[in-house]
């Protein structure tokens, strides 16, 4: 059956512009058109294929994901080997790459000397390599001589384009670069699994490579891949610019997907600034890096250096300190939180990771220690990634000592021996003793005093500690009746430190309505909630009496926080607690109700901040925002209308990024804070 020209045109003519969009859209990042345009596009193609399948061919946007699973993997020769890099650990080691490459090109050691510098992605490398501008051939890089046959599934990553845009590229192209897996959908695609009783990942390195080793490749098609092009192969009928940066910038230009971050940069000085930076900015790109690899940038010079071994003498990657390590479980102890949360922490043979010495990783709950099932004795991994607190990743299953036992979840609270509870919809096992419980009095107390709360200085959680266990301290209005002879007496306090202390404790009497809320560690009740509490009321009375109905009304009160809310303040004990404070003397400024939402510059806008500010700190930005009328939560969510980020900036500012949310540096938050 003959096809009508028209037909033809028009499905070239769609199958280019989708083309075109998916190349905006992945490799660009800049996408030109709605996704809904996008999506007529491919229906309308979809639609003609069907009625024409003669027309198909494996190059259209359509036929990304094969139908069928393959049966085993082929292998793939490489023309060229696929080579690895040599390592630097340190800024000398470094130099002495340098040293090595000017000492053989014979250039001056202090010469501008361009180096290519590049992210090194974590993730697997894999070659692809096109003809006649056409995808043929996915290998992942084996032993570097042979990889395996991975065509049908990097054909599902929507980065990697089937054909080539443009025109001068090479017969024959070969490309080389790294599949990822995105944190935010490594993030995603775990809890999913988790959810589904599947197999989750360690991390987004083996997801990436696991991924690619799949028979099915519907099923690679279903995980969240990306791709970066750092290098080429085999190049047959067609040049290439001279230098490494301009090869890549041309790469792009038929389509290719090259990182962002490449930047070139001259001599050492160069490398280490670059090095610096994007050590800064790692938490938050939106993908895991292990360090940089600085790369001779002139091809000439490549040529000249060559190889050693396995890996170029005009490349090194300059690695980060790791971020996982091995080290021995010593023992699991179970902590009980201020609202008696019991959380599994292993003690751990102290090791250096992420930067720091580390010798306690959280296990999060009972769940997820089943889950990992560690044990005393265990080898594990434990991972420290940016402020996150550490954790234990997983067991070493082959270095697991003779007769370990498995944990067992506490029948009751290790602190005070009661009963343990857990809510049905929680992961997490609760102490039930409440005050009576010593750690929930002590946690209970540091939260009291801690700065965003009464804020008294001096009151460290070592003697805190001590006040609880003599039983001198129950509830925070004990606070307000320490005499200074008794303090006197306790470990590691002076006179002068005994008076300083009651006189921030006299200080803290004077506070707000709002600090004094969050201060009373209501679950649930946040900062910002206390805040928006503090406006709608503007007396405690009117909030202690609230019903859960009246208390929904409030900014940010749902049903779940505005019951925690009711039976708080329903408890006789906390009714004493709170007259006994202001016996003691406990004060603020009570102002009529508001039951509008406040009318500052930035009123109903809701902030998160992130990383370290230079030019104030935090809390000082929190202030100035709430003080306009906008609302700071400690989480990123659709909600979240501004993400303020400084200097190390952690996940929170890659989630925005992913769900699109406008980012503030310090000056443009000082921008709207003066200009609205
Ligand atoms: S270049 C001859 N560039 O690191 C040059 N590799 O240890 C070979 N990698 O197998 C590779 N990011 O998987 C290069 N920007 C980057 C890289 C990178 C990650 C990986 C790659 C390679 C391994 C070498």
Known sequence: MSVPAATRKRIDSLRDQIRHHNYQYHVLDEPDVPDAEYDRLVRDLQKLETEHPQLITPDSPTQRVGAEPIKAFGTVEHQIPMLSLDNAFSEDELRDFHRRVTDRLDIDINAKLRYAAEPKLDGAAVSLRYEGGELVKGATR????????????????????????????????????????????????????????EKTFVNPRNAAAGSLRQLDPRL????????????????????????????????????????????????????????QDIGSRRDALAYDIDG?????????????????????????????????????????????????????????????????????????????????????????????AGDVIPEVVKVVPGKRP???????????????????????????????GGLFCSAQRSEALKHFVSRRALDVDGLGAKLIEQLVAMDRIKTPADLFGLKKDELVEMERMGEKSAENLLASI??????????FLYALGIREVGEAT????????????????????????????????????????AEKHNQEVIRRLIDSGLTWAETEPRHAPADGLLSGKTFVLTGTLSKMTRDE??????????????SVSKKTDFVVYGDNAGSKLTKAQNLNITTLNEVELEKILTDQ
């Open 142 to 197: 084996g032993d570097g001589t042979t990889g395996e046959d991975i065509t049908h599934n990097v054909r599902t990553i929507t980065a990697v384009p089937l054909k080539l845009l443009g025109k001068g590229f090479p017969d024959t192209l070969e490309v080389r670069g790294e599949v990822f897996m995105p944190r935010a959908g490594f993030k995603a695609f775990n809890e999913q699994a988790l959810k589904n009783d």
């Open 220 to 275: 690679t098609a279903a995980r969240p891949l990306d791709i970066y092009i750092y290098s080429v192969g085999q190049v047959i009928g067609g040049e290439l610019p001279a230098c490494h940066s301009e090869i890549l910038q041309q790469l792009q230009e038929w389509g290719l997907k090259v990182c962002p971050e490449i930047k070139v940069v001259t001599g050492i000085d160069g490398c280490m600034a670059y090095y």
């Open 292 to 384: 940089v690899v600085y790369k001779v940038d002139r091809l000439d010079y490549q040529r000249e250096l060559g190889f050693v071994s396995r890996a170029p003498r005009w490349a090194i990657a300059h690695k980060f300190p790791a971020e996982e390590e091995l080290t021995l479980v010593r023992d699991i102890e179970f902590q009980v939180g201020r609202t008696g949360a019991i959380t599994p922490v292993a003690r751990l043979e102290p090791v250096f990771v992420g930067g720091v010495t580390v010798s306690n990783a959280t296990l999060h709950n009972m769940d997820e220690l089943h889950r990992k099932d560690v044990r005393v004795g265990d080898t594990v991994i434990v991972r420290r």
């Open 402 to 432: 003779a007769k370990t036992k498995i944990i067992k979840a506490p029948t009751k609270c290790p602190v005070c021996g009661s009963a343990v509870a857990r809510a049905e919809d929680e992961a997490v096992t609760r102490c039930t």
């Open 506 to 515: 006299e200080t803290s009497k004077n506070t707000t309505l709002s600090r």
């Open 530 to 569: 206390a805040s928006s509490l503090a406006v709608h009321y503007g007396k405690l009375k009117g909030i202690m009496e609230a019903d859960e109905e009246a208390l929904q009304q409030v900014d940010d009160v749902g049903p779940v926080v505005a019951s925690r809310i009711q039976t708080f303040f």
């Open 621 to 634: 930005a929190k202030d100035k925002i709430q003080a306009a009328g906008g609302k700071v939560t400690g």
